[in-house]
Every structure is written in structure tokens, then in C-alpha cells.
């Protein structure tokens, strides 16, 4: 090998061979999306939140936490998986007010929401995700900081 090859090589650039991306599947992606589906299904049966305890909303409401608690105690072994576990962390801690509302300008400001944002849009570019839309629409969504 001439060093021209061994330069534009991986183990030039110290990247090790790893199972590929089809045959290595991150549980929190599954875990993820059962998430994502029970709490859109959830906000789809009371968009104004009214009824919160009919016997449909409360089994949405019991499915999302109980992947919120799998995905608590589940490490990521991709960055896909890690993008989950982000927007899980946008979704249940992120961001409280209303987007326009007088809270939402001093949410902007916060170090905290301000780093999780630039956290999970790098995690975006590395996975060549689509920049998340908050299953709340109203909510600050991390393309807002």
C-alpha cells in the first residue's frame, strides 16, 4: 500500500470496521417509535385535551410511559438510537410554554434548551435525519434556537 492509500484509508482516519447499520438494530428505535405513536395517538383523542380519562387515552398515556421507562434504562449503541433518546428528552424535559407565548421568549434564552437543540440537530446531521417537528405543533420545537 503507497502512502497516498493508506492516507485516504480508514485506519489512516482510526475508523474500525463495525457491523453494518442493517445487521445491528438499536432497540430504541423500536421503543422510540412506540413512544412516538402512543403519544401522537394521545393528543389525537383530545386535541384540547378535555376526557383525559377515557379508558382510550389512558391506555396511550400508560403505552408512552411505559417506553419513556424502557428507554430510560436502555443505552443507545447507534447514533440513531441516540437521536431517539434525545427527542425523547426534547419531548418529556424540553421546553414548557407555549410557542409565542411571553414564557417561550425566556425558554430561547435558557443555556439548557439552547444546548439540547445543537445537540440533537448534530446528532441529525450525522444521522441525515429530518430535523424533528414536536408532536405538539404548539410547542417550541428545537429549530427554534
Not at 438499536?26 to 379508558?55: C, I, N, Q
Not at 400508560?62 to 421507562?69: F, L, T, V
Request: glycine share 4%; hydrophobic share 45%.
Amino acid at each position: 500500500m503507497d502512502r497516498r492509500t493508506f492516507l485516504a484509508s480508514s485506519a489512516a482516519l482510526g475508523v474500525t470496521a463495525s457491523p453494518s447499520a442493517a445487521s445491528t438494530i438499536d432497540p430504541l428505535v423500536d421503543m422510540f417509535d412506540r413512544w412516538a405513536r402512543a403519544k401522537r395517538r394521545w393528543y389525537s383523542l383530545a386535541p384540547e385535551h378535555d376526557g383525559l380519562d377515557t379508558p382510550e387515552m389512558l391506555e396511550a398515556w400508560a403505552e408512552k410511559d411505559a417506553m419513556y421507562d424502557q428507554m430510560l434504562i436502555t443505552r443507545a449503541n447507534s447514533l440513531e438510537g441516540l437521536r431517539c433518546q434525545l427527542v425523547l428528552l426534547w419531548e418529556e424535559d424540553g421546553p414548557l410554554f407555549m410557542a409565542g407565548s411571553d414564557g417561550s421568549s425566556t425558554e430561547r434564552k435558557d443555556p439548557a434548551f439552547i444546548l439540547m437543540a445543537r445537540i440533537l440537530a448534530g446528532v441529525e446531521c450525522l444521522t441525515a435525519s429530518p430535523s424533528w417537528q414536536n408532536i405538539n405543533p404548539r410547542m417550541l420545537s428545537p429549530s427554534q434556537f
